[in-house]
């Protein structure tokens, strides 16, 4: 996944799948409660980006 630093950068930490059900996954990784990642359009994401605000789209 990717996840934004405090920043607002876009990097990418390794995590594992542990289960995908209908439309949602449940992930474990070097993560803690509270971290944004980015979900959605990743083939579009590369690190160092900065992070659309809440709510924005990357075009």
């Not at 995908?20 to 409660?33: F, V, Y």
Request: net charge negative; hydrophobic share 30%.
């Amino acid at each position: 996944v990717f996840f934004e630093t405090e920043e607002g950068f876009l990097f990418k930490k390794p995590v594992q799948i542990v289960e995908s059900k209908d439309n949602q996954l449940e992930i474990r990784g070097d993560l803690k409660e509270g971290d944004r990642i980015a979900v959605g359009a990743l083939s579009t994401i590369k690190e160092g980006d900065r992070a659309p605000e809440k709510g924005e789209r990357k075009k």
